[in-house]
């Protein structure tokens, strides 16, 4: 297969950007190249053109998704950035709310989402807070949302899961589900999954008291960064709390935020 041309690469970038808001660097060519380059063999196509063609048209909906699949990082795990989780404990204890409504944006597999959950559930069963609580988890991709609504993960991502915490919330799995574990009904019933752009109107969610938007930012440049997250930060009630990613530095919104701790902010 011929090598990735510059103006096809900016055919992709430009794909990307326009539709999710996604900003690749030249230097990122290789990269590209290398994780289109197997699934363009694999279908059968003789250039790259031929795969920008099909992720373009009308007719491209999987295509593309598969696409985005190839070009983003869907890396997570459970209590990534614990320091949050215990900030977000701590705003629970002090508030006592009746109800609480969470929005984890760009919730990846889920694994953010369930964390929220757990900790929600034990500050519930201590008397912390009301047993109104939610979680919304959204993303791009349909891949990951349709693996987040099993709730079924490889033992491995809940590594910071305390011990206490897996016996009360997840089901070990036996024979061929060996190495596997599943969240319970009784968290998940509190937990719901669907696509959203972020790039796109997002009135149809919310209004949430928490939002995490974390490590998603590195993806768009500084224009895209800003829309989203002031359309984000639209959907969340002054006083709330706004958590990013602690790598992704200040909030860069025109929304006025108080910081609170590395990568938290509460909405004024
Ligand atoms: C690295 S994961 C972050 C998961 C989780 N928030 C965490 O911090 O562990 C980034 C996610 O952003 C999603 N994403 C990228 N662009 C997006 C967009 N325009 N709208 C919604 N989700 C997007 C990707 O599909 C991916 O699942």
């Known amino acids: 297969m011929e090598a990735l041309r510059d103006d096809t690469f900016h055919r992709i970038t430009n794909l990307m950007h326009a539709e999710i808001g996604l900003s690749f660097a030249e230097s990122k060519k290789p990269l590209v190249t290398s994780r289109l380059s197997a699934r363009v063999q694999r279908l059968g196509l003789h250039s790259f053109d031929e795969y920008v063609d099909l ?40 508030t006592k709310p009746r109800r609480l409504s969470v929005w984890s944006a760009a919730s990846s597999f889920g694994d953010e989402a369930y964390s929220i959950a757990m900790l929600l559930a034990d500050l519930q069963s201590q008397g912390r807070m009301g047993a109104d609580w939610s979680v919304l ?60 752009n972020l790039c796109q109107d997002a009135s149809c969610v919310g209004p949430f008291d928490v939002v995490f938007l974390r490590n998603v930012l590195i993806y768009f440049d500084a224009a895209t960064k800003r829309a989203v997250v002031d359309r984000v930060l639209g959907r969340l009630r002054p006083g709330g709390l706004f958590f990013i990613g602690t790598a992704e530095g200040r909030a860069p919104c025109t929304t006025p935020l108080q910081p609170l701790a590395p990568g938290v902010f509460r909405k004024a």
Not at 60 to 81: H, I, K, P, S
């Open 55 to 94: 992720i373009s048209g009308h007719e491209a909906g999987g295509e593309f998704q598969m696409a985005v699949d190839l070009l983003t990082t869907n890396e997570t795990y459970f209590f990534r950035e614990p320091a949050h989780f215990d900030l977000l404990a701590r705003e629970v204890m002090r």
């Open 137 to 196: 988890g959204t993303d791009i991709s349909d891949r990951v949302l349709r693996s987040a609504s099993t709730g079924i993960y490889p033992a491995e991502r809940l590594r910071h899961v305390s011990t206490e915490r897996l016996k009360r919330y997840c089901l070990r799995g036996e024979d061929e589900s060996e190495g596997l574990v599943q969240i319970q009904d009784r968290l998940r019933e509190h937990v719901r999954f669907g696509q959203l």
